[in-house]
């Protein structure tokens, strides 16, 4: 059982940075893809970024290419979501997961088989 614990999230104007992590407990973490998501009120969970096991296979949704850059950190079972010009519409609870089984990368929410608990980012115009 693997335990994942968001940080990093808050208040931000638009135009600034805002960098997220994600802790991972309980289980090998080498053995897991990683991937965030994030969910607006009134909105379904959407793809932001995922990263394979080994580190060298990321995707990103459109929305966030070239702003957002996800990363991982084997040594302290950590990932991050380093994000950039930050804008209104990237306004959400951002969730970490870990994606157990083959080890790419996968866009697909329903492939994950843990979840953190969420950080809030607001992006303030």
């Known amino acids: 059982q693997v335990q994942l614990a968001e940080s990093g999230g808050g208040l931000v104007q638009a135009g600034g940075s805002l960098r997220l992590s994600c802790a991972a407990s309980g289980g090998t973490f080498s053995n897991y893809a990683m991937g965030w998501f994030r969910q607006a009120p009134g909105l379904e969970r959407e793809f932001v970024a995922a990263?394979?096991?080994?580190?060298?296979?990321?995707y990103y949704a459109d929305s966030v290419k070239g702003r957002f850059t996800i990363s991982r950190d084997s040594g302290k079972n950590t990932i991050h979501l380093q994000m950039n010009s930050l804008k209104p519409e990237d306004t959400a609870v951002y969730y970490c997961a870990a994606k157990g089984g083959p080890y790419y990368a996968s866009t697909d929410l329903h492939e994950y088989d843990y979840w953190g608990q969420g950080t809030q980012v607001t992006v303030s115009s």
């Open positions: 990263i394979s096991v080994t580190g060298l296979d990321t």
